[in-house]
């Protein structure tokens, strides 16, 4: 991909680092792009640090800008040559390029509602954070008249071309090219980080390509390790975005494309079908957006470039069908039960009379899980309880400020963990896990808590009604979730016998839910093929 000439503080070589592993990573994807987009061709990146909080700028536009703010620190420069060769018809330049990367500073949450602005941005941001309840249920109502209303989503006329791969030459390496959202902790990003693993086992290397502003705190898992990983900084020069993907054809022969989230990728893909129709699309999808219409309305737009369409939950596989019409021969369900259920054993709490209730959240702290909404069930709970009742809230991610304040309101009847305690140990410990949030697919933690023995209280949102013991599904709109999520749970302390009939009502759908195809055999066999 890139020899590096020159090497001063980054580390890439192997010499002193004044970067840790993160930043390394980050560094090494930024060359990974220009020496793609490049050809022969060799840069100087000098290496910039920014505060706390900041996000990488790696491969946008102004990055051959060889000026920064007053608050960036050089940390280093590297001079790396390119080994790409492409037929392309471009001749590299002579001479160096200079690029001024930046790394950004060490990773900090914060949240889309905090970085909103004018009059307007202020007011929202104001009404969010001073009442997040009242807040969630104008957000519900909106989504009720969306949902109600639909959507017509127009799809892109297809590539009527036949010609086949002969009219590109390309490398000899077999690889598979994936688009993801970013490099965090995410249910559709783990899901990701083990299709990049199921591709390694098959042979391919994997070459990576995110498209969101972060810090990416996942770019150092093992997963990762001899993939080719580029986090893009958008917007690029229109000229590179062409010269990138050109080099990454030349040089790799790609067999196929996987689609987890990442709309640069889905908006190019008319391109590549233009110029290489013989490569297969796949896209996973997760979670159906009603407000905004997400990924699953882009990849219905875009159908007409995808081969398949992976689906996680009988609801996807229903509104890409029954809604929008797609090929039933072009939608595969297949689910992700036991994905990370591998490390939780079965038993869970025994829910002994005499120890404190334990009612537990597993999640990212963020607005579509809505921990806010946990902790205002937990004060009701709290409030109005049979018997002695304890909260475990486990996770991390832009509301933790948040979180933290209205713990503190509960005391010490709430108890917070973190990435320090294994999240085996919460379901261990729990007799009741809460999803609060107000839009899902199916969510892993509710496999998880099968696996464990512990019964969940869910919103009815997306799936969730697939696995879920029907009582135990409360409405999406936060007053009402409350009220309804409070009863259930009042109802498990006093009667065990009735929660172990819920607990066996969800175990009977998990097994159920077992009998399906699962993601992981069906990736692997479609992997497989693609060798051929």
Known sequence: MFEVLDDSGVGLSGGEALLDGRERRLVEGAANFYALAGPGQTFRLTVLRGPAGTMPALTDEDRTTIEWEDDREVVGSLVVRSL??????????????????????????VTAYHQLTGVLGKARKAVRFLAPVQFDALRQFRTDMVERKGRDVPRKAPVRLTRGAEATPHGDTPAILFGLHWLELGGAERWAIDTIRLAKEAGFTPIVVTDRDSAH?????????????????LPLDPKQESAFLNGLLSMYDVRGIHL?????????????????????VVDSLHVLEWRTGGFVDISVRLSNMVDQHHVISPQLRDYLIGKHGLDADKVVFATLAGLTTGGIAAGGSDAVENNPFTVAFVGRFTQQKRPYLFLQLAAELKKNSPREVRFIIHGH??????????????????????ADHAVSDTFRDADVLVVSSDNEGLTLTSFEATAAGVPVVSADVGSQSSLIADDLLCPRHPYAFVQAAAARIRTMMTSPDQRKTWLDEQAAKAEAFAKLPRAEDWTRDLYQGWLK
Do not use: M
């Open 84 to 109: 790409v060769h492409t037929t392309a018809d471009h001749s590299p330049s002579d001479g160096l390029v200079d690029i001024a990367i930046d790394i950004g500073g060490a990773p900090q949450s």
């Open 217 to 233: 705190e996942w770019i150092t898992r093992p997963e990762l390790d001899g993939a080719v990983v580029v986090p893009l900084t």
């Open 260 to 280: 987890h989230h990442c709309t640069w990728l889905y908006d190019k893909l008319p391109w590549i079908k233009s110029i290489r129709p013989d490569i297969p």
């Open 397 to 418: 991610g832009e509301l933790a400020a948040e979180v933290n304040s209205l713990r503190a309101r509960l005391g010490d009847v709430v108890e917070l963990r973190g």
